[in-house]
Structures are given as structure tokens and as C-alpha cells.
């Protein structure tokens, strides 16, 4: 017989009256497994091991990334955890020939080269570290006028039309930053561009923001961000396996067949290497938000700079090596808690992804030393490092893909990190674990202030929001909302393919930054810039390790459906907002324009060409989606009831009750995914959080209805209504089976 009371009765109500908890998360033998866990964590650990990881470059099918994996697989198994390593073998381009000149105005080749630092101690391994250059860029060979299009997304190509300015035929220079990078030859190659530059703005993170490497953190005028360029939002994992698992026979798509990967070549370049480039160009000013902060003026082109630009790659097959560590549940050894960060870097790789690496490392040791003492999970708990996150998301995608059936059989939640500098904790996620992430934070205290890392958090938030009403309800509210996921890091096929629910956590925003992806991201760097004592990689592992030790450990998984529902009629009201903004909007244009106002206004010696009139944007029937998200509210409610009802009467579930209503719970998340996948992307099959089409990583919620509605298109948006409604519909019908399952508990 299990029972989910281990608190005696008073203690548990005045538990639920002060934190509004109805089943305990949190008992004293949990908070002493805890306090252990906590003892083991030792700041020196976190140092020498980042100090070996990040040794030599480490990026996919380079020795160093063999090795590295090797390491950490030696470490989990000296831990005492049941550890191996599982190989895929994915298309993984790596540069041939790279070739950038201006051909006109004047001459003028940019070096393409990040110089080595006396001050950098790995900066100088020229030999092994991957050229400059865009992951999944098509070859291409191409010769064209320069237009400057500042972020590349879709509405400043909207400005460029205002301007008279098309990019057909033409090669587009863009800066960093606005969207995910993937975005930019995407775009550009949709308006009829041949090829895409992409550089690194000193305003973004470069002088502007700070001194520059190596006297101060920011990115220095040779710096070059790499990166992949694949179509991301349509599928991530190897371009060539799409829905199956990279093994070695498997049948892959011809490197010609690929759809997702650009269509125009592709290069990022530094500041130095842009300059004379954008110093050339002619034709209008660029808008005042389009500058940056060169010494020059912005213009727009297109005109006299010409630039030649040749990508080639080789497309070679090249071995992905995840680490896989586990330790058996003892009660429910088929219900899986999985933690996960990347060890494969650009370069060395230091910040991004080690940081996050030797903190997820930090904690497998301590749950070692936990087992030594006798302790064992009541969960399976499974510590993974991925390979060939960079690319875009190749090790922990193959895997999922590979395992598809038992991790939806099996997978309680996934907790993911990646990059972890001083600062503020952050978390974001399903919200169905939204209640359960905050109590974690409650109970992690901050290594600078000494106050718990969730109040430093929302203080945070307080103080820089300028709205009082936003204050006060921050002030009142038991818990900080947490963000929903896009993408950018290896939670996406756990949440968004496979339908599991999903954190992402780490801490920021006090550590300097500016050599993301660059050869200077390095151990030097981070120990001057990142985290120098390592506390923040220590309360990283202090609040993920207790997020798994909770979800392993915890009596009833703590989902909390009120959450979810909450945001969910949130996501509802924002797309309802926006499709009578777009209506008034457009109204107030197509009036504009027929008053002619835009000519009027616009300075007769500058090209200005109006926007054109806009079809009126209809009323359309969100009431499906209403009274879906109200079932969905009175489900979970009743489910909160039934469970308040369930502690009251202090009866106990047996074992086998008990891991049916996990199951429930769990696997409710996978009944938000839509097996048809979104239009025009099946792989993505999650209902409520996408990366967007148009953001990359910036997240589109209740993505078929939302951007149906972006793009005005509106029997799609309809269309979507009813899906998504049908998808909450069955939800909602799983949160009544767990109630009905309490109620029938008690009786
Ligand atoms: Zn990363």
C-alpha cells in the first residue's frame, strides 16, 4: 500500500492553506535528500571540469567531440549510474571553399579569420577549429548587388518596399539579431534574393554595448558569430532523416531533396569585414532603427557595391555521440524524469554549451553520492548530454525520434539547459509544471544575495516594468509566469515533436556576453566574464537537481492544470486581440489611402511608394476555442477539487492506483499534440507551443490559429479554431479521468 499522506494531517492542512498545495510536494525526508544533494556541490568541480571540456574545439565529428563524450561517459559511470553511449551518423556540412569580395565600387577581401589572442590561451588551436561560416548554407556561387536590409525579417522588407527597394536578383546584407539567424535567408530568398550576408553589429553586442574582448567582454571587430542556417521551424534533427533516428543504415533524403536547407548561399562576417562594404553602399539612408554603430552613415543600397560571394561545402555524414546515464526507479522504474544539456560547442565552446554541461554534470555527482548513502529514486531518472546541438538539435532529436514510443510511453518531464552565466534565474516551459518550477526556486538561494532566486527573479521583473498595474499583480501573485517555449535549445522534440512536458532553466543577465559562437567563447573568457566562482553553475544544479529529485521522488507528479488552463485562455484572448487590432488597422489604412494622406506627407525628392490597400479583416468564430478553453477550465478545477478532496479524507492509494493516476497526468500532455502535425510542418506536432515560422526561436502559442491569423488567412484560421478546440476537447477528457480516478479513491 502507498500513501501519499507522510505528513501527519494538521501539518499537511495548514501546508495546503499557506501555499495553496493540495498534494504534498515536499516532505522532510525529501528536504533532507536535498540538503545532501546540495553538500556534495562543489564550485572547484564545475572549474576543472569546464577547464577539460573545453580544451580544444569540440563541434560535431571532431575528435575533441569524441573524446569529450567519452569523458563524460567515464563520469557517470564512476558515479555509479548505468551509463552509454548511443551513436547517430548525421549530414553535417563543414566548409570548403569560402570566398567574400567586393568587386566594385573599389577591391577590397575581407580576411574571414578570427586572429588568435596572447590573452586566449585556446584561440590560437587555428588548425582544428571550424572556419566561419553557416551551417546548412546551400553551395552557391553567386555575384550581385549589396542591399542592407538591417534585421532581414518581414517587416523591414515592408520598409524596403516603402522605399521603392527590391532585392530581386540582389544579395542582402543583414545584422544579427530581430530573429533567430535561420530567419534571414529565409526571407531573403522569398523577396528573390541570390545570396545572404549576415555580421555582427558592434551596437548589438559589440563597442557599443561595452570594451571589447580581450580587455573587456563584447564582441571585438574580428569576432564572428557561426550558426545554423537550416529551417528549423519546419523540422530540427539531421536535414536528411526527418521523423526517424539517424542510424547508420538508414534510408536519408539526397542532399538535393533536402527542403529545409537554404535556398541562396550564406556567410556571416565581423564588423571589420563589413565595413568597407557598408561604407560603399549608396541610394537612401537607412531609417533611424535600422542604423548601427559603425562610423559611417547607413545607407540602403542597391547601387554601385557589387560583391562576389561562393559557399561550398562538404556534406559528409559524420557520428554523433549522446550520452545516455540512468538509475532505475525504485517504485516506478517505467516512469522516466530526463535531464539534458549539450556538450558539443562551435569552437571550445566554453559558455555555450559547457557552462550548463559541467552544472548538469555537477548534479549526476551528487546523485551518485546519494546513491552511495542508500537512497534510490522512486522514479528512473536519465542524465543526457546531446551531441550536434549547434547544427540544430541533431543528438537529442535523433534520439526522440528513435525512441519515440517508449519516451511517450514512459517520459514524465524533461528538464533542459544550455548556457548559464551569473545573474538571474529564468525558466520557462509547459505550464502544466508552471506551480512546481516556482515552489523549486522558492527553495534555491541566491549565491550574491542571499535571498531565494525566485524573489530575486520577480523583483526583477518588478523593477523594470514601468506599468503599476503589472507591479501590483506581481507584488499579489504566488508565482512568476513562466515563458513558453519556442525554440534554440534541445527541449524542442521532447515538447514540441513528442509532446512531453518541458523546462528550460538557467541563470543570466549579470554575465558578460559578446562572443557567442565565436572562437573567443573559451575557458579564459568565462572565468573572466561568465560565472568566476562558479556559484551560478552550483545554483544551477542546486534548482535543476531538485526539479528531477522532486519529479523522481514526489508522491502524485505535481502537474497543476488551473496553470495551464489559465494561460491557455490568455493565449485565446491575445489572438482575439490581434485579429480586431489587424481589423481597425486595416480599416484605418484603407482609409488613409484612399484620402490619399501618404502621398501627401511623403517628401517629393525621396522615392516613397504607399502600401497597398489591405482586405478587410472579417469576424471570425473563435467560439469553438472559447468553449473548449472552458471546458478545459472547469476540468481542471474539478481536478484541483477532487485531489483537495483526496487529502482531506486521508485515504491512501495503492501502488497500482497510484502509478495509473501518474500515468494520467503525464501522459495528458501528449493529448495536445496533434498527430497531422501543423500546417505545413508535421513534425511539429505540439497544438500549443511552436517556434514561429517567421521568429525561429521566439515562440508562437496556439501556433495553426495565431499564425493562420498573421498571415491573413482567414478560412485557415477557422479551420484551426475547430482543430485546436478538438485537441483541448480530448485534454480536458484525460483531467477528468485522473479526477474521476481521486473521487473513486475516496469513496
Ligand atoms: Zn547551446
Redo the contacts with the bound molecule.
Keep these: 500500500m502507498k500513501t501519499i499522506l507522510r505528513f501527519p494531517f494538521l501539518v499537511i492542512i495548514m501546508f495546503l492553506f499557506q501555499a495553496g498545495l493540495s498534494f504534498a510536494q515536499m516532505n522532510s525526508s525529501q528536504s533532507e535528500i536535498e540538503k545532501k544533494f546540495d553538500s556534495y556541490l562543489k564550485p572547484e568541480d564545475l572549474k576543472a571540469r569546464l577547464e577539460k571540456l573545453s580544451a580544444y574545439p569540440h563541434h560535431v565529428g571532431s575528435p575533441y567531440d569524441k573524446e569529450n563524450a567519452e569523458f563524460i561517459l567515464s563520469q557517470y559511470k564512476s558515479w555509479g549510474w548505468d551509463a552509454h553511449i548511443e551513436t547517430f551518423y548525421v549530414l553535417f556540412p563543414a566548409p570548403k571553399t569560402r570566398v567574400l569580395e567586393m568587386i566594385s565600387p573599389e577591391k577590397f577581401t575581407p580576411i574571414l579569420k578570427e586572429p588568435s589572442l596572447k590573452e586566449d590561451r585556446t584561440s590560437n588551436q587555428i588548425d582544428q577549429q571550424l572556419p566561419t561560416y553557416n551551417a546548412y548554407s546551400i553551395d552557391g556561387d553567386v555575384t550581385g548587388e549589396l542591399v542592407y536590409v538591417n534585421y532581414g525579417i518581414p517587416s523591414d522588407y515592408d520598409q524596403l518596399d516603402r522605399m521603392g527597394i527590391s532585392v530581386k536578383g540582389k544579395i542582402v546584407i543583414a545584422r544579427y539579431g530581430g530573429a533567430w539567424r535561420g530567419i534571414k535567408p529565409k526571407v531573403a530568398a522569398e523577396h528573390g534574393a541570390i545570396g545572404c550576408i549576415i555580421y555582427s553589429d558592434p551596437k548589438n553586442d559589440g563597442y557599443y554595448v561595452g570594451d571589447v574582448y580581450p580587455k573587456g567582454a563584447w564582441r571585438n571587430e574580428y569576432g564572428v558569430q557561426r550558426g545554423s542556417v537550416v529551417d528549423m521551424p519546419v523540422y530540427s534533427g539531421d536535414p536528411s532523416t526527418p521523423f526517424v533516428g539517424s542510424t547508420k543504415d538508414v534510408k536519408r533524403l539526397a542532399v538535393k531533396d533536402i527542403k529545409i536547407l537554404t535556398k541562396i548561399p550564406v556567410l556571416p562576417i565581423s564588423y571589420h569585414d563589413v565595413l568597407p562594404l557598408l561604407k560603399s553602399l549608396v541610394g537612401p539612408v537607412a531609417p533611424n532603427n535600422w542604423k548601427g554603430a559603425l562610423p559611417i552613415t547607413y545607407h540602403v543600397g542597391p547601387g554601385l557595391t557589387k560583391v562576389h560571394l561562393k559557399v561550398e561545402s562538404n556534406w559528409d555524414i559524420k557520428p554523433i555521440h549522446d550520452v545516455i546515464a540512468m538509475i532505475k526507479g525504485s517504485e516506478f522504474p517505467d516512469q522516466w524524469v530526463i535531464r539534458g544539456n549539450?556538450h558539443d560547442g562551435w569552437v571550445n565552446g566554453a559558455e555555450?554549451?559547457l557552462s550548463g554541461q559541467v552544472a548538469e554534470m555537477e548534479e549526476g555527482k551528487a546523485i551518485g553520492e546519494l546513491l552511495k548513502t542508500g537512497w534510490r529514486p522512486k522514479r528512473t531518472i536519465v542524465y543526457c548530454a546531446w551531441d550536434g546541438?549547434?547544427p540544430g538539435l541533431l543528438g537529442s532529436t535523433e534520439w526522440c525520434e528513435t525512441h519515440a514510443d517508449e519516451l511517450k510511453q514512459k517520459v514524465v518531464a524533461y528538464i533542459n539547459s544550455?548556457?548559464n552565466d551569473r545573474g538571474f534565474l529564468f525558466m520557462e516551459g509547459s505550464h502544466s509544471l508552471e506551480t512546481f518550477i516556482n515552489n523549486v526556486a522558492k527553495d534555491v538561494i541566491d549565491p550574491e544575495k542571499g535571498i531565494s532566486v525566485w524573489k530575486r527573479a520577480r523583483d526583477r521583473q518588478i523593477i523594470h516594468t514601468s506599468s503599476l498595474e503589472r507591479k501590483r499583480e506581481l507584488e499579489s501573485a504566488e508565482n512568476l509566469k513562466i515563458g513558453a517555449m519556442g525554440s534554440g535549445?534541445d527541449y524542442t522534440p521532447f515538447l514540441q515533436h513528442l509532446g512531453i512536458a518541458s523546462i528550460n532553466l538557467g541563470f543570466g543577465g549579470e554575465g558578460q556576453g559578446g562572443v557567442y559562437h565565436s572562437v573567443y567563447d573559451s575557458y579564459d573568457h568565462y572565468i573572466r566574464f561568465g560565472d568566476p566562482t562558479f556559484e551560478y553553475g552550483i545554483a544551477l544544479s542546486k534548482t535543476a537537481g531538485r526539479a528531477v529529485l522532486r519529479l523522481a521522488d514526489s508522491d502524485v507528479l505535481p502537474f497543476n492544470f488551473d496553470d495551464f488552463a489559465e494561460r491557455v485562455s490568455t493565449y485565446l484572448n491575445q489572438i482575439e486581440n490581434l485579429t480586431k487590432n489587424m481589423r481597425e488597422e486595416t480599416n484605418q489604412l484603407n482609409m488613409e489611402l484612399k484620402d490619399k494622406m501618404f502621398t501627401e506627407v511623403s517628401d517629393p525628392t525621396k522615392t516613397y511608394v504607399p502600401p497597398k490597400p489591405e482586405d478587410p479583416v472579417p469576424y471570425l468564430n473563435f467560439a469553438p476555442l472559447e468553449n473548449a478553453v472552458n471546458t478545459l477550465q472547469k476540468s481542471a478545477d474539478g481536478y484541483q477539487k477532487a485531489k483537495n478532496e483526496f487529502v482531506k479524507s486521508g485515504k491512501n492509494l495503492s501502488e497500482e492506483q497510484e502509478k495509473n493516476l501518474d500515468q494520467l497526468i503525464y501522459q495528458s500532455e501528449r493529448f495536445l499534440t496533434n498527430k497531422e502535425g501543423l500546417t505545413g510542418r508535421p513534425w511539429y506536432e505540439h497544438e500549443i507551443y511552436a517556434p514561429g515560422f517567421y521568429t525561429g526561436y521566439g515562440v508562437k502559442t496556439l501556433p495553426a490559429v495565431r499564425e493562420a491569423v498573421e498571415s491573413r488567412n482567414w478560412d485557415e484560421a477557422s479551420k484551426q479554431a475547430v482543430v485546436v478546440a478538438n485537441t483541448l476537447d480530448n485534454y480536458s477528457k484525460e483531467i477528468d479521468k485522473a479526477t474521476e480516478m481521486l473521487n473513486t479513491a475516496i469513496k
Aim: glycine content about 0%; hydrophobic content about 0%; overall charge negative.
Design positions: 549539450h555555450d554549451p546541438e549547434e544550455d548556457t535549445s
